[in-house]
Structures are given as C-alpha cells and as structure tokens.
C-alpha cells in the first residue's frame, strides 16, 4: 500500500472541494419533481457494461451494487478507485434546444479484505441531482400577452444534490455462496426557486416561491452472489440485490414573499407565508435486482441485470403524484485480447460495451418517461501491476413527447477513475 498512499491523500484533497460542492450544473428540468434526477450508479467498469453488475465478481475491483461481491477482493490487497466525469446535456423541445455541460465528482471507494473469506468497502457516491434552470419571458408581442397583468419573466431553478456513504461487509460462508450486506447513509437538501417578475410596471409587487427539502438517514442493503467453475476456465455466476422501503428524516422549509422592485423601499420585502418542519419525513423505495454473468477468466464476461424500484408506494412532500414504479434492462460484455501479452499493449487492454432500457420513476404529464443508454469503455493496465486507468463514454437519451408537452434529453457522458491495487500488510523476506 506505502506505494500508492500519496497518491490516494492527494486525490482524497482534490475530490473534498468537488464533495462539499456536491452540485452538478447540468440543466434537466425533469429535476424538479421529488429527488431529482437519479444517477447513474456503479463504478466505471460496470458502468461501460450497460450498468450491469449484480453478478460480477472481481478481485482488483469495488461492486458496490452488491455487497456481496466484497468477499471477491484479492487477499493481503488494497483496492482503491477515485472517479471524476463529464457530462453534456442537449434538451430539445418543438421549438427551441438548450445545452449545458460540467465536470463533477463520480465515486471514491475502497476495500480490503479481512480474511480469506472476508471482505469490506467503503465509499461515497452520488444519488441524486436537482440543477435546472427555466426562463420564460412573455412580452407584447406574445401571444400570451395579457394588457391586465403586462410584460412579465418567470424563472424556475433547482440546485443541489443526495449523496450516499455507504460500507458494507461480504462473506463467503459456504462454497459457491456469498452473502453481503451495505450500510447506507443519504445526506443532502435540494432548493427549489419559482419568480414571478413583472417588468411592465414598477409599482407592482414581484412574487418568490422557495422550498428547501433536507434529507438524511440510513437503511441497508442485501446481496447475495453463487458462482460456479466450468471447465476450460469458464464460469458463471448469479446474484441478487434487495433494499428495502426506508423512512428519512427530512427538514422542510417554504416560504412565499413578494418584494417592491425599488431595493431601497421599506417594502422591499415582505413574507405572505412561511412554513418549517424540522420533523418531517420521507420515504424511498423498495428496491430488487437479480443478475447473471457467464464467462472466461481473462479473456470475456457477458452479464445482464434487471432493476425494480417500488416508487408509487414512497411519499416525497407532496411530489407523489410525479413518482412511478420504475425498472430497467442492462446488458454488457468485457473482452480481453491477450491479457499476459508482453509486446502488445493493446491486447492487454480491457475492452467493454454495453446498453439499457428503463422506465423511468418520474410520469410528467401523464405520461412515463423512458431512458436508453449505450455505453462503452477500456480498462487500461499499468505497468508492472494490477492497477488500471478506466475511461468510460456513455449516450443517454431521456425522453418525453411533444402531444404531451414534454421535451427529450441528449447526455453524452466521459468518465475516468483511477482503480489503485496494492498489497495490504505484506511482510518484507528480504532487507
């Protein structure tokens, strides 16, 4: 471990900023209603297998999907993974398109092994995000015009993010079996502003509507893992994943007040209601998934999961109307040409592809949204170790129909993490 201990403090003191930041500026107005957008969840590798790991287990690398994949990791190791990514959302509409893009923190995790049976991980990934922002000016000319209420600009904003800590332990009791299990910690508040400017006649009062929901509270996660050898190095494993339905504490704050547009009136601004519970709650759903994966040690995986999410059944400050059982399909493969080729780097590079279809949790409109991504990645060894360097390029297309005065959404995302392996409390032969 004393190899990579620098580098691990130092990208620990870069990601803090981006952590305490915890706000990625990506613009989807889809993140107004209940947590927002769900993120994508999985490290890299998994992630450029279509978001399938339910199944997979890897020795030099962190699935957090399932806890029970810990017991996997390399005895006397340490395995840390550090990601960071960047996204590019294009909203197109009937009439107009918007574009927006950042760079944001993605993971930091780690695991060790405890005993040859053992294993534990840590980590803080994000759940959640809640960035838009929507600007819509009405004057003369407009249809919309209204001579009684005159010109007006009328802006809805969203910003924040939850974010989860989770560690968890995996144990392989039995031959082929694996048991695991996360704690999970959700931390975060999302704000949400509504402003109604009316900018034909100064002696009118402007109208803001904020609300501020915090959330914080643990549940736990369940996962089980059998794999099986084959012969000729081949193998196959299957696994599921269950959490169950969880209340959250939540502290919710609204308040509505208008203000005079002269900055110096003593009616500058003035509180028409405001409301605060410290004691409120949430609920996030039940959530399953099952996996399978089948394949050749070094050389191919093929794996393929399938999510349900019970959100009809949670309650969310009213946004219950907006949440809707969701579900996905995710299928991947991972091929190796050479992985022990001592002139050709190119054979030793892990390549992977993959795709998903999902119903989303959110009906706008009446109507579900639907998702599909395609996704691709390599994992790029370093020399002389099992340390890798995975680049991950995702396309997501989130969309909603124009009968139904919705819009749909292109984001193109690229990911890099830097997945460190060493070896964990080895004793020195030689001085």
Request: some cysteine.
């Amino acid at each position: 471990m004393h190899k990579h201990i620098k580098t691990i403090i130092l990208l620990i003191l870069i990601s803090t900023p981006l952590m305490v930041r915890g706000q990625k500026m990506i613009n989807s107005p889809y993140a107004r209603f209940g947590p927002g957008i769900i993120e994508q969840q999985g490290i890299l590798k998994s992630r450029s297998m279509g978001g399938a790991g339910v199944a997979l287990r890897d020795p030099v690398a962190i699935n957090y999907l399932n806890p029970a994949s810990y017991s996997s990791i390399d005895t006397n190791s340490f395995v840390f993974d550090f990601g960071i990514e960047y996204q590019a959302n294009l909203l197109v509409d009937e009439s107009s398109s918007h574009y927006s893009d950042d760079v944001n923190f993605h993971h930091l995790a780690m695991a060790i092994p405890i005993t040859k049976w053992m294993g534990f991980a840590t980590g803080l990934i994000p759940y959640s995000n809640g960035y838009y922002f929507l600007r819509k000016t009405v004057t003369e000319t407009d249809p919309e015009y209204d001579p009684i209420i005159g010109e007006y600009e009328n802006t809805h904003k969203g910003s924040g993010s939850y974010n989860n800590f989770f560690a968890g332990l995996g144990i392989s009791p039995f031959r082929n079996l694996s048991l695991g299990i996360n704690f999970t910690y959700l931390f975060g508040n999302i704000e949400r502003d509504n402003l109604y400017l009316l900018t034909d006649d100064n002696n009118q009062f402007n109208n803001l509507s904020s609300e501020n929901i915090r959330i914080y509270g643990y549940n736990f996660e369940y996962g089980v893992q059998y794999s099986i050898n084959l012969k000729n190095d081949l193998f196959a494993s299957a696994g599921l994943m269950y959490s169950m339905k969880q209340g959250y504490k939540s502290e919710y704050e609204n308040i509505f007040t208008r203000y005079a547009p002269f900055q110096r009136s003593e009616y500058s601004v003035d509180t028409l209601s405001y409301s605060y519970d410290k004691d409120a709650r949430v609920e996030l759903p039940e959530k399953m998934a099952m996996g399978i994966s089948f394949g050749k040690k070094d050389i191919f995986i093929v794996s393929a999961d399938y999510t349900m999410t019970k959100w009809d059944m949670v309650s969310f400050h009213g946004y219950e109307e907006y949440l809707v059982n969701s579900s996905a399909v995710k299928l991947g493969l991972e091929f190796i040409p050479d992985k022990n080729a001592n002139y050709n780097y190119l054979n030793r590079i892990e390549y992977r592809l993959g795709g998903y279809f999902a119903d989303s949790h959110l009906m706008v409109n009446g109507e579900q949204l639907k998702e599909f991504g395609i996704t691709f990645g390599t994992g790029l060894p370093m020399n002389r170790s099992k340390s890798r360097i995975n680049l991950h390029v995702e396309y997501l297309r989130r969309k909603g129909s124009l009968d139904n005065g919705l819009h749909t959404e292109n984001c193109l995302t690229i990911g890099v993490s830097l997945n460190l392996y060493d070896y964990w409390f080895m004793k020195q032969k030689y001085n």
